[in-house]
Every structure is written in C-alpha cells, then in structure tokens.
C-alpha cells in the first residue's frame, strides 16, 4: 500500500492549491483520511480529516484551516483532495496525508504519504 501525494507547489498569497493523496496497490478497504502538515523542526498537525461515510463523509478541520480549505475524497479512485484557498505565508510547510488502509491480511493500519511542499510566498 502506498499513498501518493501531489499538488504542491509555489504560490502567491491569496492564492489556491488543490492537494490529492491517492491510495494505491492491494487493499480491501480506505478508511478515515486526514492532511498534516509540519513546520521545520516541528510536529506534524491536523488540518483536515475525513471519514468514509456516507455524504461525502464527516469532515473535521483545524482552526486555522476552517473557511478555507475544504477536504473532500472520491471513493472509487480511493483518493483525497485538500482545496486550498486564500493562502498566507505562514501555510507554509510540507503537507502529508494518511490514511487507514485494510491490506489483504486483514488488519487496518495506518499509512503516511510522502509529502508535498506548499510555499506561499510573493
């Protein structure tokens, strides 16, 4: 199982970025979902989380994340997006996804992304 983070990139303040994590290889099942992201020298911090109900699923954000971001995912390509709006410098960091996975031996664990930088700069 692996998750594949795209999406980052360099962008002026004010501007948008749409982040996807797509959950690939063999696996029976992709549960809960969630963006992090990490300041330098720094732990890693929610900024949204989504379930896999019904709906387009229960969504939770961080503070400074509400009103801006919205997380959304698409079950049949088992992947999670992160639109970005109105971003400010310090949005600045690497963002990851994780995601809950049930492989083929049954038992659900967790797994990271690799990582995108998002820069927001002028």
């Known amino acids: 199982v692996q998750l594949q983070a795209s999406g980052g990139g360099l962008v002026q303040p004010g501007g948008s970025l749409r982040l996807s994590c797509a959950v690939r290889g063999n696996f029976f099942g992709v549960y809960d979902m969630a963006w992090y992201r990490q300041f330098p020298e720094k732990q890693r911090e929610l900024v949204a989380s989504?379930?896999?109900?019904?709906?387009?699923?229960?969504?939770k954000y961080g503070d400074f994340a509400k009103g801006r971001f919205t997380v959304s995912r698409d079950n049949a390509e088992n992947t999670m997006y992160l639109q970005m709006n109105s971003l400010k410098p310090e949005d600045t960091a690497v963002y990851y996804c994780?995601?809950?996975?049930?492989?083929?031996?049954?038992?659900?664990?967790?797994?990271w992304g690799q990582g995108t930088q998002v820069t927001v700069s002028s």
């Open positions: 994780n995601a809950e996975v049930r492989p083929p031996d049954g038992l659900v664990r967790n797994y």
């Open positions: 989504i379930n896999n109900g019904h709906n387009g699923g229960d969504k």
